[in-house]
């Protein structure tokens, strides 16, 4: 109704100063290693432990305007990539701080907005000389070793798959248990399993970890900064732990010296490993998966990374080392239903999809129920209550006549429907995700049907497997699996021993498998540690000088105000500016490298970034000296540690085009709040505002 | 049984514009769109402080429709600009400023208002006819041969609006791709009566401005999950696909019942006789050799599965803003009812294919006379992305009205400059028989022209947000800033760079001064005997229609506002 405006500009920025401790809780997330965050919420005692960027902005309650621009950006770089968010986090922290400082400096703030966004839109240019093929790296789906016997009846070898892993189970338990002691196992496990290395406590927030008022939330962060020696975080390799058939190629059986050899690294799992940084196995997962989607492309004739044809299955509570691949569809279901599986296992079934709920109101999006109807009856027999049951049995009558044994349902499911399916032996699975439903209407050529009015022979599939996954039981729930030839779904099973890291595993898994799906989409990749924003500070160091260079003459067309006093003013500002936004790097480097526990301080990571930085811009071509470093295998992101023997470094590489999104994001976010000065709120939060005692900074209109 | 309450008074209020309340609303007002204005205007949060969606803007559409202002004063201010932007899309900003100015300005001179009135409507229809006569220094004609000058257009009206977040390349890409696709909806050949097409936005948030694309014909989004079940289409010839559009629901419900109660036995089933209908519609459709059925609302997966059944293609929820482009470009009349088909509303198309763009998949639906095209816009965020898309729509709005009177105005503030220089010399030079017929003195008038002055160099001025200085040249009245806190004695050739517009650079003999600085009155020089006008590049230009409109809007508005004495306000 009524309007209230607020001046956001003050000398000070508010809105960046908003952004800036927001994005601060971020920091601790970046890099290989991750500490965790509690999220707790005081009213409910609930709490969350989180190490992404992502879940860590969606369990806070972000009500501030700038609070809300930053989920929705972190959302939308997630939505997108799945990749680089909490890049981007650190990246407008680090940039809104910049831009203060910049402010401070008296530098007018269009020409801030428009040098940052030429210099990012230059160093994002630049650092394209720097991507490496895919092509060169990995020589295509032919290179990927398959391990499946080779024998084509999909049913049997699907069958074969877990069976195999399973009888691996002993040794590898035993190989995992038994390694503790060894300093590479507990490396790696040391930012998988908290419970081994890092204690959680829960810690008041102290001195500058202090939350930002503007959060408003019941939030206590702690930041269990117990720092664990690291040795070679990203790159490393446990040819020891592969203990599944499907695990087992050449993968690190076959030395490489990759200090030799740049480009020869033909072998997927390299390539896969050097995207994993420092998940080890949830890339191997990923690469399983691939590799079953090769087995069955094999047949089919495509080769691609095909995710949208992937799921996951989370087993709470099992060991990690139950993790897996298997072709089909796992899923958890309660004891009443196993009984049925157990009936229905060992022959083909019929099977039914169904798009929408099973229940006798339910109606199609988009259909609206008259509220002026009223149906009249004679008799009183006939009441609401016998509807339902009418509508039972004949829903019951049209299964039974079409002789469906299993219905995957996306929605609910009538309760006194599921019994009475349960005692025809007929099995429903809900809810089930448009993925599933979807890779059996592909797979077994069958459609979905919204209602059980629709069904006839055209729309029930036949051909469908259903089998209890191992002899398992969780919760008093049982993993069963469903399989038919023709799917293409494979199904990522998770385990965790600790029940609150699942969504951790759970999320680290899909950033694995779209780091992959976006390398093998780009077809190239960057060369990790911290090779690329190194290249991007040379560059940024090489534009600052030349604008001290062209102080006589402006540089035309180079704003969009080309006319404006602006431009002739540049020279005088320019330098301070990329400065800034070099910070933002040199920021980031130095706080991955101190994450690492490579450096005691992030000033003394700064220093070794600043040798380096010399050392490139020095050079005649700063890009060729950063690639035969990144090929020596030295990155400035990790320690140079001399106790890892060279054969040991693998390299890394980073996603192209989720990092340059990503940059671009956290800049775009922070000059959209640069060039924000004012706030206008309408609607009956107006009042509120007027009576609270913030109600001097707001004009009321 | 209803009470009956006795009505209150209506409350009235005398002279509005004196009361403390009004000028403090009108200032506000004021500042928020004066600080929004030009390519480094700032930018605007509206939300509603309880979680709701954040839009960021400087465009006065979303401004205005944000802003709810409450007192009949502001009301009426907004109404108008409301009102002007509604047709022209382009100059809301302008409008809303000037009018501010011109309320400010002349409140200040303090005259009878009527006086004010009939001569700021004379001065206004002295800049009008300035505006449109051959001699006017501030326009150029432009010539649909070349892109140049249209690509200027559009690319001053996206860097105008900084919250796009567009870098050069970007900008330049955009502008054009809304060019051709402006283009696109020109018909080849002209007759008469021109009706140009329609240009569709299909929106893909999220991704990178650069992917954005053109294509002549409509593309519809498939969702992902109804790749699988997709067939060849039925065709009547080879070339001749029929086609029906549905602009009601064919979901089953009972949305046509009307408003009483209805009662219905048990044992009938409403939805069961709608389904029916729709079945035997979907029979009819099917001996009429459809091969695609498109609906505005949802279909009845029923009817959608008989359909599928007889190989007729469906697509639902399209919208309603579809339904106008389809309708035109297949020449399909768009079916409100579920019986009584007759067969001349079914329209054609030439071909029906699947399409993917930007890693999504579209029905690209390719008409034989193409007038309609499609432009998918991509921008990396929601908010981004409304801005952009508003931008876009505005921008063809502006060649639309430019095909209409090929002229546009001189931006970067030059027009306001030199249209004030222009009044200032010929109101000094007034003839006593128009004094006379306006009835007022030389003395009034001039004051009046002065506040009339004021306020268009007012509107200039706001271009500029980083405390710089504006200048003026005494030779072609434009618009030139610079960086503020020079030394009183230094030559002015050495701070300018290149005017507003971008036509002139730094000559010596210019004569600058600073705006709104007392200056003996000159004849502006035009700019059109220039001979390398159309040869310069990245000149800032404006909408020529849009401009004037805004003008004129300003102006009675502000007049409105002056001469309001009363307002009467029903308190029930």
């Known amino acids: 109704e009524i309007m209230a405006f607020r001046n956001v500009n003050r000398r000070r920025h508010i809105g960046l100063q908003q952004l800036s401790s927001l994005a601060s809780i971020g920091r601790t997330l970046l890099g290989p290693v991750k500490s965790y965050k509690f999220i707790v919420d005081v009213s409910t005692s609930e709490s969350a432990l989180t190490c992404s960027a992502v879940r860590l902005l969606e369990s806070l309650d972000l009500t501030s305007a700038v609070g809300q621009l930053l989920n929705e950006t972190i959302q939308a770089q997630n939505k997108e990539y799945k990749t680089g968010m909490t890049t981007l986090l650190f990246l407008v922290g680090a940039w809104s701080n910049a831009v203060l400082e910049c402010l401070q400096q008296n530098v007018p703030l269009s020409l801030v907005v428009s040098v940052m966004s030429e210099g990012l839109n230059s160093c994002s240019e630049k650092v394209k000389c720097l991507q490496l093929s895919v092509h060169d790296l990995y020589k295509g789906p032919k290179s990927v070793p398959i391990h499946f016997s080779s024998r084509s009846l999909g049913s049997q070898i699907t069958e074969n798959i877990p069976v195999s892993k399973e009888e691996c189970f002993p040794e590898s338990l035993h190989s995992h248990q038994a390694s503790p002691c060894d300093p590479h196992d507990r490396c790696l496990n040391s930012h998988l399993c908290i419970s081994d290395n890092i204690t959680p406590s829960l810690v008041e927030p102290v001195g500058n970890k202090t939350m930002p008022a503007v959060l408003g939330s019941s939030l206590i962060a702690s930041n269990f900064n117990k720092r664990t020696k690291l040795t070679h975080s990203r790159y490393f390799n446990t040819p020891e732990k592969s203990h599944c058939p499907l695990q087992t190629d050449n993968f690190g059986s076959a030395p490489i010296r990759p200090g030799a050899c740049p480009y020869e690294f033909n072998d997927f799992g390299q390539l896969a490993m050097a995207l994993s940084h420092g998940n080890q196995s949830s890339m191997k997962l990923v690469q399983d998966i691939f590799r079953c989607q090769q087995q069955i492309a094999e047949r089919k004739g495509s080769s691609q990374f095909n995710i949208a044809e992937v799921v996951t299955c989370c087993l709470p509570g099992l060991s990690e080392n139950y993790s897996c691949v298997c072709p089909g569809y796992i899923t958890l279901v309660s004891p009443e239903k196993a009984t049925v599986t157990k009936q229905l296992r060992d022959r083909p079934l019929q099977i039914l999809l169904i798009d929408g709920d099973l229940r006798e109101k339910y109606r199609h999006l988009g259909f609206n129920r008259p509220s002026n109807v009223s149906t009249i009856s004679e008799s009183v027999a006939l009441q609401e209550s016998s509807s339902e049951s009418i509508w039972i049995n004949c829903a019951l009558d049209i299964l039974i006549q079409s002789k469906v044994n299993l219905i995957l349902v996306k929605g609910n499911v009538c309760e006194n429907l599921m019994e009475r399916c349960i005692l025809n032996n007929i099995l429903i699975i809900n809810p089930v995700t448009d993925t599933v439903l979807h890779a059996f209407e592909k797979g077994i050529g069958v459609q979905l049907v919204t209602y059980l009015s629709q069904v006839n022979s055209h729309y029930v599939g036949s051909g469908v497997w259903v089998d209890f996954w191992k002899t398992l039981e969780l919760d008093n729930k049982v993993p069963v699996s469903i399989k038919a030839e023709g799917i293409h779904l494979v199904t990522a099973v998770l385990c965790s021993t600790v029940t609150s890291k699942m969504q951790v595993t759970e999320d680290q898994f899909w950033t694995c498998a779209y780091r992959l799906y976006h390398a093998l989409t780009d077809q190239k990749v960057f060369p990790g540690g911290g090779a690329v924003e190194l290249l991007c500070l040379s560059h940024l160091q090489k534009l600052e000088e030349q604008s001290l260079k062209q102080a006589d003459k402006y540089p035309s067309g180079e704003l969009h105000m080309s006319s404006c006093w602006l431009t002739k003013s540049l020279t005088q500002y320019k330098s301070v500016v990329l400065k800034a936004l070099a910070s933002g790097w040199h920021q980031y480097l130095s706080r991955v490298m101190y994450n690492t526990a490579s450096y005691e301080s992030e000033f003394e990571a700064s220093t070794f970034i600043d040798h380096h930085l010399k050392k490139a811009t020095d050079c005649s071509s700063p890009s060729s000296y950063i690639l035969k470093e990144f090929n020596k295998g030295i990155k400035v992101m990790d320690d140079v540690d001399l106790s890892i023997k060279q054969e040991e470094a693998l390299k890394i590489y980073d996603n192209v085009t989720s990092k340059v999104e990503a940059w671009r994001r956290a800049l775009d976010l922070v000059l959209l709040v640069l060039q924000t000065d004012a706030e206008i709120i309408t609607g009956p939060k107006r009042n509120q505002l007027l009576n609270s005692h913030t109600s001097s900074e707001f004009t009321f209109v | ?572």
């Not at chain 2, 803007?57 to 009102?83: E, M, R, Y």
């Not at chain 2, 939805?271 to 609302?297: P, S, T």
């Open chain 2, 1 to 572: 049984m209803s009470r009956i309450e006795a009505k209150k008074p209506s409350l009235c209020t005398d002279k509005p514009l004196t009361k403390d309340v009004v000028s403090f609303s009108l200032s506000v007002l004021s500042g928020i769109v004066k600080s929004c204005y030009g390519p480094t205007g700032r930018l605007k949060q509206l939300h509603n402080g309880m979680g709701g969606y954040v839009r960021i803007t400087s465009q006065s559409s979303a401004l205005l429709g944000g802003l709810s202002v409450t007192h009949p004063v502001l009301n009426l201010l907004t109404a108008s600009v409301k009102n002007h932007i509604s047709r022209f899309s382009d100059c809301g900003l302008f409008t809303a400023i000037l009018c501010c100015s011109l309320v400010e300005n002349f409140q200040r001179i303090n005259f009878e208002s009527s006086t004010v009135t009939k001569i700021s409507r004379h001065l206004l229809s002295s800049c009008i006819d300035y505006l449109k006569s051959e001699a006017c220094g501030c326009r150029l004609s432009v010539d649909f041969d070349s892109i140049k000058t249209l690509l200027s257009l559009v690319r001053s009206i996206l860097a105008s609006k900084p919250a796009c977040m567009l870098n050069k390349t970007e900008a330049s890409y955009i502008s054009t791709l809304i060019l051709k696709a402006f283009l696109l909806t020109i018909p080849h050949s002209v007759e008469t009566n021109v009706v140009l097409g329609k240009c569709v936005i299909v929106p893909v948030k999220d991704k990178r401005v650069m992917e954005s694309a053109v294509y002549p014909g409509l593309l519809i989004e498939i969702p992902v999950f109804q790749l699988a079940s997709i067939f060849p289409v039925k065709r009547v010839s080879s070339s001749t696909i029929k086609m029906a559009l549905f602009c009601i629901s064919l979901s089953g419900d009972l949305s046509n019942i009307g408003d009483g109660p209805v009662i219905v036995h048990h044992g009938i089933s409403l939805e069961v006789a709608v389904l029916d209908q729709l079945l035997n519609l979907g029979k009819q459709l099917v001996n009429d050799q459809v091969g695609l059925v498109v609906c505005q609302k949802v279909i009845h997966p029923s009817l959608k599965q008989y359909l599928k059944e007889h190989r007729v293609i469906t697509i639902d929820r399209v919208g309603l803003s579809m339904v106008e482009p389809l309708s035109q470009m297949t020449g399909s009349q768009p079916i409100a009812a579920l019986h009584s088909l007759s067969p001349t509303c079914y329209g054609s198309l030439k071909d029906l294919r699947t399409e993917n763009f930007v890693s999504k998949h579209f029905w690209h639906l390719i008409p034989n006379d193409i007038l309609v095209c499609s432009l998918i816009l991509c921008n990396r965020n929601e908010m981004a992305w409304d801005e952009l898309k508003h931008v876009c729509q505005t921008a063809e709005h502006v060649l639309q009205l430019t095909i209409k009177q090929p002229l546009a105005l001189l931006g970067g503030g030059c027009t306001e400059t030199h249209l004030a220089s222009y009044i200032k010399h010929k109101s000094s030079t007034l003839s006593t028989g128009i004094l006379k017929a306006i009835d007022c003195s030389q003395t009034q008038y001039q004051l009046v022209a002065d506040a009339f002055c004021r306020s268009l160099e007012c509107v200039a001025c706001c271009l500029e947000h980083d405390d710089g200085e504006i200048l003026t040249d005494m030779v072609y009245g434009h618009f030139w800033s610079v960086q503020s806190g020079f030394p009183s004695d230094c030559n002015w050739s050495d701070l300018v760079l290149k005017c507003g517009c971008g036509i002139y650079n730094n000559q010596r003999n210019l004569n600058w001064t600073v705006l709104q600085r007392q200056c003996i009155p000159f004849i502006p020089q035009s700019c059109s005997n220039r001979p390398s006008v159309n040869a310069t590049d990245h000149l800032v230009l404006d909408c020529f229609t849009a401009k004037c409109s805004g003008l004129q809007v300003a102006v009675e508005t502000a007049n409105l506002i002056l001469d309001l004495s009363y307002i009467v306000e029903d308190q029930n």
